[in-house]
């Protein structure tokens, strides 16, 4: 069944069809609200919400641009509006910086998995921040308009973020050289 045809289905409430929809793009909707999630629970949740706000509003999409991308949007401001109202945290700014090579070279000693978990510790608005820009694309306007903050907020937060990260990273492969030599 293409996707046309699940849409079709979907739209008159075809519970087959709406199983069959979530089987083909639960572990891609899954992913991506794991980037903006902190941790798995959250992640399924989220998930849930994602699903239930696609097949209430599928009759909104009208076919132009990705079908795929369109429930990724919608996917994304489930997560973001679950962290929208929550209070700011503030974290330490970290002194220390590494340059680009220093993360390259991190990064490549670091497993996805491990970078991930770095990246949903993060405080919300720091992670929501990081994901928009970095990871999905927007640019410091966009994330501003999506978040309702400032374009300055944005660039901020985005820094805090890379420092954060860079310190993870940094400790990640120090405590990895450490195992290996025995210590």
């Given amino acids: ?10 739209i008159k409430n075809d519970r087959i069809a709406q199983g069959e929809l979530f089987k083909r793009y639960k572990d891609t909707l899954y992913f991506v609200s794991l980037k903006y999630c902190r941790n798995t629970a959250e992640a399924e949740d989220n998930l849930h919400d994602a699903f239930m706000a696609i097949f209430d509003s599928i009759h909104n999409y009208k076919g132009q641009g990705s079908f795929e991308g369109w429930m990724k949007r919608i996917t994304i401001f489930k997560a973001i509006d679950r962290y929208k109202n929550n209070k700011y945290i503030p974290v330490a700014v970290f002194e220390e910086t590494l340059t680009e090579d220093d993360i390259e070279l991190a990064v490549s000693k670091v497993s996805l998995d491990q970078l991930l978990k770095s990246i949903q510790e993060l405080p919300d608005q720091y992670r929501l921040v990081f994901n928009l820009f970095q990871l999905d694309g ?46």
């Fill in 1 to 10: 069944m293409t996707d046309k045809e699940l849409i079709q289905r979907c």
């Fill in 138 to 183: 927007h640019s410091h306007k966009e994330v501003s308009e999506i978040l309702n903050i400032t374009e300055g907020t944005s660039k901020s937060n985005y820094h805090r973020a890379k420092q954060i990260l860079q310190k993870e990273i940094t400790s990640l492969i120090a405590s990895s050289k450490t195992q290996k030599h025995g210590a």
